[in-house]
């Protein structure tokens, strides 16, 4: 297993040279970068550039993006108006396009391979002008990521728009290529359930988000705190596809601007993954 860490863990902080340090110390193999201006300016080349710096001089790569959500520049990511691609309304629409390439734009300076893209909001009804948006959008930005060896992944989310079985029928359908699905566990338990949701997509996932919950809020802790039930997941799950963990900032970090407040999640993972291991190998 080749764990991997998504900075959302740092998404309302600046990211730093001594976070992306913390993170080689839990043993990861690479990262998962959150898009968020407050947390990490991907808009400044000069950041792209340090940021590369970061993971070589820590033996990490980058093994995806997470696409931006909201429209922000402020530490606190909830204060963003929000990106989404299917918009059905033009001008918002065309505006989160745009955002998303300058985001794809960083493999000029750091390469990655995936780039995962939320379609919908919670709130968002699937309505057949919101699908015909995502394609429109999905077309351009397909495209863009192909020409710089990036590849389109899907996350599925809580709400009734992106749930793993839409998005399915949304790829057979519109036949996009040069896009595929990332299996988020924590939204897919909010749903209808972790095992049935792999088995509906298995074959179009390429990467996770991996966190768990209670089964009633979107907590992103760290697996075995919530009620997924990880051996029959992981026993579920294709083979290979990396673990990216999407955990939460942890009570201890808020308000604090020491990094060693995150060296008890950090730290705790390395458990988690030696668990992971043990369910695998015995299945």
Sequence with gaps: MHPVLSTYLFVNRKLSAALVGE???????????FCSRGHFDYHNTDDARELASWLSGNNLT????????????YPRRESGTPLLISDPERIRRQDAVDEMKRALDLVECVTFRYCVLHVAG???????????????????????A????VTIALENTPGDMATPANLKNFLEQTRLTNVKLCFDAGHAHLEG?????????????????????????????????????????????PADVP????????AAAIGSADVQAFAGT???MRSVFDKFEQAMTQA
């Design 243 to 250: 673990f990216v963990f999407e955990l939460k900032e942890p």
């Design 122 to 144: 919670h709130r968002d009804v699937p309505d057949q002008r919101r699908w015909d948006a995502a394609f429109s959008s999905l077309e351009l930005l397909s495209l863009f």
């Design 23 to 33: 993170v080689a110390r839990a043993n990861v193999s690479a990262i998962e970068l």
């Design 193 to 237: 359930g972790v095992v049935p949701s792999i088995e509906v997509i298995r074959d179009l996932i390429v990467t996770t988000h991996i966190h768990d919950n209670g089964g009633d809020r979107d907590d992103h802790l760290p697996p075995y705190e919530g009620t997924i039930d990880w051996n029959g997941a992981l026993t579920t799950m």
């Design 266 to 268: 950090l730290q705790g």
């Design 62 to 73: 980058l093994h995806s993006i997470h696409a931006p959500t909201t429209r922000d520049s």
């Design 146 to 149: 192909k020409q710089r060896g």
